[in-house]
């Protein structure tokens, strides 16, 4: 739920999140 919004309000931090763990994108595609 947090990283829901957190990802939207930065995109550019979400990106580098989002490689560098493997489960955030598969949970953020869910969300």
Same mark, same amino acid.
Do not use: H, W
């Given at each position: 739920? *947090?990283? &829901? @919004?957190? &990802? #939207?309000? #930065? @995109?550019? /931090? $979400?990106? &580098? $999140? ?6 955030? @994108?598969? /949970? $953020? *595609?869910? *969300?």
């Amino acid at each position: 739920m *947090s990283s &829901s @919004p957190i &990802s #939207l309000r #930065l @995109p550019t /931090r $979400s990106s &580098s $999140s989002f490689v560098k763990n493997p489960e955030a @994108p598969t /949970r $953020s *595609s869910s *969300s």
